[in-house]
DNA sequence: CGAGATAGTAACCGAACGGTGACAGATTGT
DNA sequence: ACAATCTGTCACCGTTCGGTTACTATCTCG
């Protein structure tokens, strides 16, 4: 499921929690926080903690996957991209030299 | 890319950044947050809240998906599962009556 | 009906977050 | 050498997080 904001992540952990049979103090004991944590994050607090949430989601098993939409856009122009010497170099250092006009 | 901990969603973060070829001002303004965030958050910083790193991540144009692991693993035996009316029922109500020994 | 379990909410409090501004180090290009 | 850029770090501060505890509402089952 592709997550856009706070509150899809924490209806999706919902589903999986209700659906593992778990009630929010089994979680939130697994996970190691509070189930007053686990309510406001169900509901889709933005404010929640990544570390924690990451603990959450291990303790539901759940992957979550990141991935670069567009590859790359240099600058947005719809130039076919050889690759070259440069843009070599450039993937190594990850750091662009200049705006490559 | 598979995401663990904080401190590969901050690689992440920063690899996609770098390629893209914007520095943290940049990016930090387009998300809306400051620049002391985003270093923190690049490092690996677990306190993060998650509200931001949604933002950052769309600002990057990464993509957020999660996954259940395991099917649902009721009790953890090995047994295996053919859909009966039960879990039918329990899947809607997404809440089990009982341990369903 | 009543006991038990689950979930949502409230108040309180210490700890940590995030923003701002400034500074130092490293790197790049002139 | 010099200026410009980018990054990491620091101190300060207002805001907010997360834990604890208690109370209430809802639902299930005996």
Redesign the interface.
Known sequence: ??????TD?GA?IR??R????MDQIALAKKAGTSRKWLVEVEQG???????L??RA??S???????????P???TSQGKAKAPDINSVLD?LK???LK??I
């Open positions: 499921m592709r997550i856009r904001t706070a992540l999706f589903e999986r209700t659906r593992l049979g607090k933005p404010g929640a903690e990544i570390g949430i990451l989601l291990k539901l098993e759940i992957s979550i996957d990141v991935e670069a939409d567009s790359v856009e240099t993937s990850k750091r662009p705006k490559q």
